[in-house]
């Protein structure tokens, strides 16, 4: 009698062994597949963040390119406008020298 009951303690250890087993099995396929999921979306965000950075530098080198070319323009016209200033008052000079005879 006492080895029938030693046989069913083992048997019951061993089935509650093999459910232990059976669910440490299940939570390790279940944090494996959580921890590929995590890592899919963290690779998904870390590829949308480098083209959102390279898209702001694209733009960034893009308006540094309109800027620099709005101020050679800006630099030419005011040339231009002194220039003419100079040559107006150049001709103002002229023509009060010519009326002071």
């Known amino acids: 009698m006492q080895e029938i009951d030693e046989a069913l ?3 019951e250890l ?3 062994v093999a459910a232990m087993r059976d669910t440490l099995e299940l939570r390790e396929r279940e944090t494996s597949e959580r ?3 995590e890592t899919a979306a963290t690779r998904a965000e870390l590829t949308e963040l480098q083209a ?3 898209a702001l530098r694209d733009q960034l080198e893009s308006e ?3 800027n620099a070319t709005k101020l050679q323009e800006a630099e030419r016209l005011y040339r231009a406008e002194l220039r003419e200033l100079q040559d107006t008052i150049q ?3 002229v023509e009060l020298e010519g009326t002071d005879d």
């Open 52 to 54: 959102t950075v390279q």
């Open 14 to 16: 061993e089935q509650a």
């Open 91 to 93: 001709a103002l000079r």
């Open 64 to 66: 540094r390119e309109t």
């Open 9 to 11: 303690r083992v048997r």
């Open 35 to 37: 921890v590929q999921r």
